[in-house]
């Protein structure tokens, strides 16, 4: 199940679009009943969500709480903003809220060792926002992923959106609308997020890091982590609070070597880096830094610097700058990189047995890339 924090709507970065929606769909008494969520992974539209499920679920809002009254969701500005009223936080549904569950909130996943939704759960869904509210004025339902549901389950939340029950809200989440049957699509109000400005991201960073017991991060580090996010929010955050620039420079110069003007490379030197990143803790961040390592050779290969970021200056490249027929051959090999990757998280191979063979192809490209002399493996 997922966390739900104490977001309130003042506190998201951005989104002004989706924010503005919302309230002037709130406003004007017209919340469709089902709403898809859809934007790239890690932008925050599951903050937006948890903003809006809090909204809905309280028993009356945060001005009302102060001494207003009658249940009113009003309109809130907030800059060039116009954002839906805050949840009170004090009510008896808000405070259920804090312990973890709610009787009238359902939050639906895929199991774990599951690859799909299944139609089970969907029913289980459809029996739960049919109920009368038991403490909160609606039932709300957030699908995560929305977009991984069997076909029988989407069948089935289909029939659930024909006819919604009064005082219900429906939630769905994903990065792949395409993915969803049209029917559902056409039974919800999309609200589309868009990555985050660069800027957006070092202020919301910034905010975080001060307000953090581990805020140690320089501001140098801070602006990286927001220039390599490309807008997502969750991605800023994880290069911010890891080792991952650290571990891009260990990479980095790992590759340096491996890549070097040696005649001969001793196969345990990729025996050993393999090995060291195909460590379950460090493979993903290698894969990804793999992939950044590719990237940013094709474009020092072709001297294009938009992939240059302050302070983090780019590898050499390997095929001299401007040479088109190194880069291709750049891509051909990222290329290949990702389709190991897919088969590797598909068919469950050796994690260091992959890394391995890319290295290897890597080191047996280079004379090609260099236009030099062969490279030898022993």
């Not at 104490?6 to 009943?33: M, N, S, W, Y």
């Not at 069997?150 to 029939?159: F, S």
Request: hydrophobic share 40%; net charge negative; glycine share 8%.
């Amino acid at each position: 199940m997922r966390h739900f924090h104490t977001t309130r709507f003042r506190d998201i970065v951005g989104h002004a679009a989706p924010l503005d929606a919302i309230a002037t769909a709130l406003k004007g008494g017209r919340l469709a009943h089902g709403l898809l969520f859809h934007g790239p992974e890690g932008v925050g539209k599951a903050t937006v969500s948890d903003a809006l499920m809090r909204r809905m679920l309280c028993q009356q809002t945060e001005e009302e709480h102060a001494g207003g009254a009658g249940f009113d969701f009003g309109e809130e500005i907030d800059g060039d903003r116009a954002l839906p009223q805050e949840a009170c936080g004090a009510c008896a549904s808000c405070t259920r809220l804090e312990t973890g569950s709610h009787p009238d909130l359902l939050t639906l996943t895929m199991e774990e060792g599951r690859t799909r939704i299944l139609v089970e759960q969907v029913k289980e869904l459809s029996h739960f926002i049919a109920l009368t509210p038991l403490l909160a004025p609606y039932k709300v339902a957030v699908v995560d992923d929305a977009a991984e549901m069997n076909l029988q389950a989407a069948n089935a939340l289909l029939k659930t959106l024909e006819e919604p029950p009064p005082q219900s809200l429906i939630i769905l989440i994903t990065r792949s609308p395409g993915s969803l049957l049209p029917t559902i699509r056409s039974r919800c109000h999309a609200i589309r997020f868009q990555p985050l400005e660069e800027k957006a991201l070092y202020s919301l960073l910034c905010d975080r890091m001060a307000e953090s017991s581990e805020g140690e991060a320089s501001r140098q580090s801070l602006k990286l982590a927001a220039q390599l996010a490309d807008g997502r929010v969750s991605k800023a955050v994880e290069l911010a609070e890891s080792d991952w620039l650290k571990n891009r420079q260990e990479l980095w110069q790992e590759m340096a070597r491996l890549c070097g003007p040696q005649n001969r490379l001793a196969l345990g030197d990729v025996n050993r880096l393999a090995k060291s990143w195909a460590a379950p803790e460090r493979f993903n961040q290698g894969v990804e830094l793999l992939e950044l390592w590719f990237r940013e050779q094709i474009h020092a290969t072709l001297a294009d610097r938009s992939e240059q970021h302050e302070g983090l200056p780019p590898p050499p490249p390997i095929g001299g700058m401007g040479n088109h027929a190194a880069a291709r051959q750049w891509l051909e090999l990222a290329e290949r990189f990702q389709k190991m990757v897919r088969e590797q998280r598909t068919f469950n191979v050796n994690r260091q047995l992959m890394l391995e063979t890319i290295l290897i192809e890597v080191v047996r490209s280079l004379p090609r890339l260099q236009g030099g002399g062969g490279r030898s493996i022993v």
